[in-house]
């Protein structure tokens, strides 16, 4: 230093003093006071958490006013490598408050988000930040790393145009701030860069991983329902036979082919026969039930990626047969299909009281306590006239209640009935000489109460026996609102 007390030249603003090539700027009256000033010796985290701004020029002077710096605290941890984040949410508040707290720097606000960074725009924790940042709420941030606030581009660009605009005056991390001037933000801009190369790399790290592992046969994903992921790190990625549900997939493959079910039948039989369930304790659903059935994984092979042309043969042991498989597929063929037809005993028979659509029917099952099934049957507007009718379902049970309750009002053919009666009679005689062989008896009638042999066909009776029967009532039935009315203005 020494030659640097005599070239020391007294300005109007300040003192500076050349040692060439560098200058010192020293914004004091005394020299002696500056240069024994503690603060030159202080960490560089340890500094005043105001910056300045220009306001004005007095003559060759600017004039410049301190702008106070209020932090807004975020915390992210992203939920796609929950696992692998050395640091959680908690922990990262509590490290910053103490950063905070030894700096003396103020924290007006506090946001915390588990989020990928990976896309532009897409955490609105941060979009929020952004717009308070915009509006002047706080115009510092506080978090743990650079990589906190973006891995992308997009929202790092944001983050240095606020700084541009003045709106964002410093960004503080554990280890390093930046504020608005060429070298920081250039700074800044490096790490988030670095951050997203990571991310990048991570990926494709993770593709090649995959490809290797589908090379060796190996399934890189979750197991078929039927087969279980290997637990042992030894056999990592390999699936194994699931001794409980894998019987049971086998046969769904076995009554398509043999016995020609459709994936709506096998369906309701694992649902409400078998009460099967997956892995995750869920029924398996229907179109489940269909992605199952077209799955070649089943007889040893598999296609990965999905839709792309490249097969691969399996380590793990085959279900069923490649035979087996491609009659499956044959007879899920839409003409291949023998469907079953199920005609309910009132629908079409019945219509709405609201719209005059026809009535519509559908089947429900509950579980009861003791562990049985019951079917329940439901009547409801067709809503060919009107898509919104509003008008309310039915159970079967109480619609023939309330049929037989009105049976009074309705009108009917006595002579159709009478004679459903009389070969009812010859059916019942027919049984008791063939069945009971009861040669001589011969049951006969003098009068017939047709309201009752009515009640007892809509009490007792098959769905087939029901309609034959309201086929022979001349007045039509109309619900509204779950109550039966009778219409008989157009009895014959």
């Not at 300005?11 to 000033?37: E, H, M």
């Not at 990928?116 to 706080?138: D, M």
């Not at 037989?404 to 004679?419: E, M, P, V, Y």
Request: charged share 30%; net charge positive; glycine share 8%.
């Amino acid at each position: 230093m020494k030659g640097l007390w005599d070239r020391a030249k007294n300005t109007s603003s300040c003192w500076y003093f050349q040692a060439s090539p560098i200058r010192f700027f020293l914004p004091t009256t005394r020299v002696g006071d500056a240069l024994d000033s503690p603060r030159r010796q202080r960490h560089p985290l340890d500094m005043e958490t105001t910056t300045t701004r220009a306001v004005g020029i007095i003559g060759k002077q600017v004039i410049k006013e301190a702008v106070k710096i209020r932090y807004c605290l975020y915390a992210r941890k992203s939920t796609e490598s929950e696992e692998r984040q050395v640091l959680s949410i908690d922990s990262q508040i509590k490290e910053m408050l103490q950063l905070a707290e030894r700096d003396g720097l103020e924290v007006v606000a506090m946001k915390r988000e588990s989020h990928s960074a990976k896309e532009t725009g897409q955490r609105p924790v941060f979009n929020e930040i952004v717009e308070e940042l915009r509006i002047g709420k706080y115009n510092g941030l506080l978090t743990w790393a650079p990589d906190r606030i973006g891995r992308n581009a997009g929202d790092l660009a944001r983050v240095v145009d606020l700084m541009d605009a003045g709106m964002l005056q410093e960004i503080r991390t554990f280890s390093q701030s930046f504020r608005n001037n060429p070298n920081e933000k250039f700074l800044l801009t490096i790490l988030g860069g670095q951050a997203k190369l990571e991310n990048d790399n991570r990926g494709i790290n993770v593709k090649r991983g995959l490809r290797t592992r589908v090379e060796m046969g190996l399934w890189p994903g979750i197991a078929p329902t039927g087969y279980l992921n290997e637990r042992h790190m030894d056999r990592k990625c390999q699936v194994v036979l699931d001794p409980e549900r894998a019987p049971v997939i086998k046969k769904m493959f076995e009554k398509v082919a043999y016995e020609k079910w459709s994936g709506r039948k096998l369906y309701h039989w694992l649902r409400f026969e078998l009460n099967f369930h997956t892995t995750g304790n869920k029924p398996l659903s229907c179109g489940n039930v269909y992605r199952t059935l077209i799955n070649p994984f089943y007889y040893g092979v598999f296609e990965y990626p999905k839709k792309s042309g490249n097969w691969y043969n399996g380590k793990h042991e085959p279900l069923i047969t490649k035979e087996l498989f491609d009659e499956v597929q044959k007879q899920l063929k839409r003409d291949s299909i023998v469907r079953q037809s199920h005609e309910f005993a009132f629908t079409k028979l019945i219509t709405c009281g609201l719209c005059g659509s026809t009535f519509s029917a559908e089947e429900k099952y509950k579980q009861l306590k003791d562990g049985t099934m019951r079917k329940y049957i439901y009547y409801g507007c067709g809503r060919a006239r009107d898509h919104h009718c509003k008008n309310t379902y039915l159970q079967e049970e109480e619609l023939i209640d309330q049929i037989i309750k009105a049976l009074d009002q309705i009108d009917f053919n006595s002579f159709g009935i009478q004679h459903k009666f009389e070969e009812e009679l010859r059916r019942f005689n027919k049984f008791q000489r063939g069945v009971l062989g009861l040669s001589k008896s011969n049951v006969t009638h003098e009068e017939v109460d047709l309201k009752t042999y009515v009640k007892y066909t809509l009490k007792e009776g098959t769905g087939a026996e029901k309609r034959e029967l309201m086929g022979c009532f001349k007045s039509k039935i109309q619900i509204t609102k779950g109550v039966v009315i009778i219409d008989t203005s157009t009895a014959e």
